[in-house]
Each structure stands twice: as C-alpha cells, then as structure tokens.
C-alpha cells in the first residue's frame, strides 16, 4: 500500500509543480511581454526551436547522469532510449489517433521499463563492457526499427501532420496564437514545444536535485565508489543499479517523446542513434557529472555551441561553403578536447573550484 | 554442403578484417589501458594516405610500408599532444577527449580528401581460386596471412621481450613501473604509435576489398571490431582475433540461413556479446583481475 | 661519506604543503630510519625523494644534485623506492615482476640474479608463474623487496615495510634487511611506525613530527630517549 502512496504522492507532486509554473509563465509571458522579442517573431522560429532541442537533450543528459553521474555506470545507448520515447508518442498519434499529450508519460513509462530490461543484464557487466553492450543498443534499435514500423514509403520514418502537434486549446488561454499570414507561421506551435520541454526540465532538475539528496542517491553513490563496501552496510546492489537504469530510460524516453514537437517525425538513423548517444554523455561531462545543474548547462553549451560552430562566417571566407560545413565537426571535436583539459570536472565543477579558491585566499606559508 | 562451406568462407573473410583492427583497439587497451573511440578514424586517415602515395605513383606495397611508419610517428604524437594532458582524468574524460578526436578526425579527412569515394589499389593481384567447390579470395588469404603474422610478432614483442614487459608493466601499475625506471611516457607514445601502425595496415589492406574509400569506410568495421574485442576479452590479443572470426561467421551463416533476422542481422553480434559477456564478464579469454586487499 | 644529503625539503599535495623544510642524511653503508606518527609526512618524504611529489629544497645524492628529477631518473641513478602498499604489478607474474625490476640494467647476470632472490624468498619460486596480485600481502612485500633490488640499488628507500603484516613475517623481512646492509653494504633509507624493530636495524635515525625533524641521533641514542621511548615505542 505505501508504495502505491508513494507514487500518488510523486505523481501530484508532478503535477502541482506543472501547474504552478504554467501559472507562472503565464504571468510572465501575457503581463511582461517578456519574451516578444524572442517568440512573437516569426524570423526567429529557428532559434525558439534550439532552445527547445537544449532543454529536451538536457532532461535526457539529466537522467543519464543518474546512471552515469551518480551510479558510475557509462551508458552509449541512451539515444536508443530516446528513440523509443519519439517513437511510442509518433506511432500513438499515427497509428491510434492519441493526441500529443498522453502520449508523453507512455513514453516515459514504456522506457522506464526497457530501462529496467536492459539493466537486469548489465548487473553483470561492468565498465567499458557495459559501454560496448549499450553501444549495442544505439546500433540495433535503428534496425529494429526498419523492421517494425511502418512508416512512411516501407521507411521507419513516422511524419506528423501539423494538427497533431499542434498545442491543446487550454493552452490559448496562456499565449495568443502569433499567425502570420504570409508565412504560414504560427507561433504558438513553437512556444507550446518550449514551455512543455521548459517545464518538464524544471521537474526533472527538481527530481535529480531530490534524488542527490535522498538515500537512494546515497546509495547510488555508493555503489558507484566502491561495490563491495555498499553490500556490507545493506545497499542492494541489484536494485539500485537497475533502477538508476530505469529512471535515466525514463527521462530519455520523455526527452525523444518532445524531441517530436520540434521535429515533427520520429526517426533512426544508425549514425544519428550513436551521434545523440555521444551527444548526451558529452553534454553530462562538460556540464559536470554527479552534479544537478551540469547535464542542462552542458547540454545547452553543446547545443549552442554546435549552432554557432556550423554558422561561422569566417569559416566560409576561408573555405568554401561545403568544406567549411565538413570542416564544423572537426571544431566542435576539438573544442571538446580542449574543454577536457581545461575543465575536467565540467563546468560546475570548474566553477565550485574557482569559488572555492576565491573564498579562501592562498594560505601564507607557515615556515616559522 | 559446398553453400554451406561458401558462407563459412564469406564469414571468415569479414572475421579477419574485424579482427585486425581489434587488434590494434585490444593493443591499446592493453598498454595504456584505454578504450580508444578514435582508432577507426586514425585507421582511416592512414588508408586515405596510403591512397594518396599510391596515386603519387609509389608502388602500392611501398605506399602501405611508408604509411604504416608515418602513423607510427603520428600514433605516438596523438598520445603525447592530445591524450597526455588528461592521462590522470577520469575514464569517462579521456573516452570524450577520444571522442572529440574522432569527430575531428573524420571531418578533417573529408575536407583534405574531399567526400567522393575513391578507388583503393590492391597491393597484390585480385586473383580467386576453386578449393573443393569454395571459392578463395586472395583477399582472404592475405589478410589472414598478416593477421597471422602480426599476432605471432605482437606476442613475441609483449611476452618475450623487455620492451614488451615494460609495456604491460605500465598499463598494470604506472606508478611502480616508474619506480624501478621505466620511461612510462615513452612507453604509452609507443603503445600508441603501434597500434596506430597496425590500424594503417589494416586499413590499406581492407578498404580495397570494399566498395570504395570514403569517410564512413571505418565506422561499420570498428562497431565490428568493438564488438569483437569485447567477445574476446579486451586485454587478449588471441581473443580479438578468435571474436572477430566469431562475429564475422556468425553474421554470415545467419544471413544466409535465418530469414526473419534479415535487415535486422546486426543483433547477432551484439547478442552474442551479450551472452558471452553473461557467462563470462570480461570475454572469452579475458582475464578477470585477482586482487587481494 | 655521504651518499644522500637532504635540506630544506619542502613538498605537500596540491594547495597543503605537508613537509616543511626537512633536513637529514644518508651515509654510505648506513641504515637511516626515520620514525613519526600518521601525518608526519614520512611517506611524503619519500616521494618527494625518488620524485613522484614535486619539491623543493636540495637533494644530493653521490653529490649530484637530483632534486626536481622525474623518478624515472631517480631509479636509473641508483634509487630503489618500495612504496607503501607494495606497489604490486598485480596483472604480471612473480617472475615478470622481478625481471621489470631490471629494467635499467644493460648486464647479462638478470637470470642468476632473479634465481638468487627465489634463494632468499623461496615462497616466490614456489610462485614465480602466478599473478603478483594473487599473493598474500607477506609475500607481495617480499616480492616489493626483491623487485627494488633487483635494480642493484645503492641506496634502497622503503616505506613501512611492516604495515599489515604478521609480526612473525615482519621479523623475518627486517631479519633478510638488515643482512642485506651487513654482507652486500647497502645503504637504506627506511620509514617505520614499527620502531623496535627499525630501530633495531638502523645505525641512525631521526623523528619527523608535522613535517620537520624534532629530534636526530644514533640508534641507541634514539632507543634510549625517553620522549621517543613514550611516543614510539610504547614503553
């Protein structure tokens, strides 16, 4: 029984954080005029939908950091994960006529228990193997996928019309639609696949910051520093290390699920799969691992920077335009490097270093 | 029986190529202890080099020699510039900093060499004979001749060599190989340049057997080759070379033989990863660490 | 005359500086012990000896300055460290690892020199093809012991040899020590917790506390003091 209480509690608990910050965007958006600049202007479509891709890589480097942070378990299959996620709310609007919505917590829940599929095995396998048995992941699902969905011309590709993710009409009480005539733009599309993925952030930042805090990040912890030691003082292993599986899967398959907003289709390309894996982990490790705010900084950095890296002008003036967009991966690669050697332990990690240093001026040498 | 014996043969055939390169992953591994994501893409920019001195007009087996030795050179350079620096971070910073090599890698290839797929020159005449009804590749027979003899040399070199020991004795304990004076830096830089050698020479003789040479040429192979290595046991030279016959095999024979895994025959191997991993958790020749406290 | 001459060593971890300007020496043929309580800065003056702690001060050994020199260099120059923990190479056998030991060494007499330690230590001929770390920690010492000197040291530092180990097989491991500096003359530089028993062994000896030496003399002097006696000894 108190295990069902507890996950009524968790779940009202979600669902008063959503409302209060619907209420307080609302108030934002319609007394400020905050954000008009941003998203009232069609010409900036492109950017609105950027920040919606850093906030939804973001809730899913949140939840791999779960796994990978805090638990010490290094996954290369999480972009799988997120697939899955984009794939069961594509294929209930396509094929079940759901609307958009709904499908959200399916996704989650249905990646939750992959999660815990994938991490009954892995129990096994340790480190770099269990690296390479995930990197498995990332390789197989886009295959799986060319076998078992229907989509589009015999491909795996699910397509949405526009009505379909398209925001739900309590939502016109928050924004104006923003139709542009002439463009065929309208606005609250846009804004609607932000503030979802801004306020499904905000509860995933609340749950990893309540999970560092709790027993169960303990023990993740534990686990993660030293096996042997967490058996002796009553950790079970085999649950912690699954469910630190399952929920970074939860959170993955939330983040592919309104990766769809933006993108209007699911779809799996084996490079794209090993690409968002790598995307994720990298966001984790830039931003700092085992910390609550480094995934959603990393993952912005790494969104933003990939943006500004492929839209440099100088590159063009230098090369020409097809070279200069071949040339935009090889940047990013080695900015990464060098973003390793300069900060090891990730942006907060560099930053707690710096306050740290600053807070307590160099000890005197005490000679005498 | 002769079909049979055919897809056998096409499975070794992809086998020895997965396993030269895992055995230049399993090298590096076993020297430095590091998981190298960028070996694919160091291979590849050796092979567009031996490529280049080829259509410069060397010789081919000159050109594979010559580059075989430049990215010995430019192995042992990327430890020194690129990985050194973060030699004592985590794990999981030194398989980004790999990472990030990799996409460099691959993306500067491209812009030096262009995105067309090239033609690779074999070093040997393309010749196939009839062997009871099987049909032999030279390809094949060469590729497992050097396989052969670079497993016969690498284990000379780490078991019956000074070289070699201090090679394992760094990757087992750094510290203590420094102690008793072992230049642990140099050893890691030739770790590396070797497997770098190695991948050059698994490259240029690989990608001729393909369809052509383009920036993609390796990826495929080295998802192939992970999952080679990690069957074996990735500190096993012998184990990369028996896993990548196991993937190559078992992919071919399900291919021809098991209908409802076709477009989908890349869960065999990782399946089989999967299984192996279960049974044995650090490959089939792999050696669990005994340890005492 | 002086083999090694220590002064004004300084070292520490990162922003902790832990040793504070250490000064002592080394005689050829002696056994030097320094004695201190956890944190003294015993381990950390070894590291900073053979250079894997960077430091600063003067370090001369045979009246060369090594100081700042990586440790590489320290152990080609004649330096064998034992480190704390054993410094086991857990992954190569027993004999690899005493072949590693001779790493430096250009002679042909390695063979002879390894069948001669299987000598002193006969448990590591018994298990000269297993893995170094399959053994109990007794034997990974001796194994430690017998990898330094497989290097032909002429100044051998070793880091509490005796921590963790059986009283019985501490014994036995100062027994082989302290006939290694009679017969063969060679000079040690040894840290101890154990002082009875270094003290034992030791011509000289100095106590290092929070990072200096407080007090210096010879063994017997040491073993007579009576602060000593108190803080180290027990008695």
Known sequence: MSGVKRVAGWVLAFVGVAVALLLAIRILTQSLDLFDGLFNDPNKASTIDLFTEALYIGIAAMGLNILTGYNGQVSLGHGAF????????AILMFDHGWAYLPTLPVAG??????????????????????????????????????RFVNGTGGTNLLSLKTEQISPPDWYDWFADPIADPLTDYVGSRDQWAFWLSFVIAVITLLCVWGIARSRFGRALIAVRDHEAAAVTVGIDLARVKVSAFAISAFFAGLAGSLSVLVSRLANAGKVETFQLSILLLVAVVVGGTATVWGPIIGAFVVVFAQDWIGEQETLTDLLDAERAKLLSPALFGIALIIMMYVLPDGIVGGARRGLRALRRPRAAPSDA | MDQFLQHLMNGIEAGVIYASLALALVLIFKTTGILNFAQGEMALVSTYFTWKLAEWGLPVWVAILVSVGVSFVGGALIERVVIRPVEQSSPLVIVIVTIGLFLALNSLAQVIFGTDAHLMPRAY?????????????????????????????LWYLLQRTKVGLALRGVASNPESSRLVGVPVGSMLMFGWGLAAALGALAGSLVVPTTAGLTAGSMQSILVFAFAAAALGGFDSPLGAVVGGLIVGVAQSLTTAYVDWLNDIEIIVPFGLILVVLLIKPAGLFGKVRVERV | MTLLEVAELRAGYGPVQVLHGVDFSVNEGEVVVILGANGSGKTTTLRALSGILPARGTVRFEGRSIGGQRPEKTAQGGIAHVPQGRGTLTDLTVEENLRLGAYCRRDSRVDRDVGYWYEVFPRLGDRRTQPGGSMSGGEQQ???IARAMMSNPKLLLLDEPSLGLAPII?????????KLNASDGLSMLVVEQNAGLALGIATRGYVLESGSIAVSGSAAELAADDDVRKAYLGI
């Open chain 2, 125 to 153: 005449p393309n010749e196939s004979w009839d062997l009871l009804g099987v049909n032999v590749e030279a390809d094949t027979l060469v590729l497992i001749a050097v396989l052969a003899v670079e497993c016969v040399v």
């Open chain 3, 170 to 178: 501490t014994q036995e491991l100062f027994r082989v020590l302290s």
């Open chain 1, 109 to 146: 829940v249905i990646c939750l228990f992959v999660g815990v599929l994938v991490g009954i095995p892995a129990l096994r396998v340790k480190g770099l193997y269990l690296a390479l048995v995930t990197l498995g992941l990332s390789v197989v699902f886009p295959d799986l996928t060319k």
């Open chain 1, 82 to 89: 997120f697939g899955v996620g984009a794939y069961t709310s």
């Open chain 3, 142 to 144: 001796m194994l430690a």
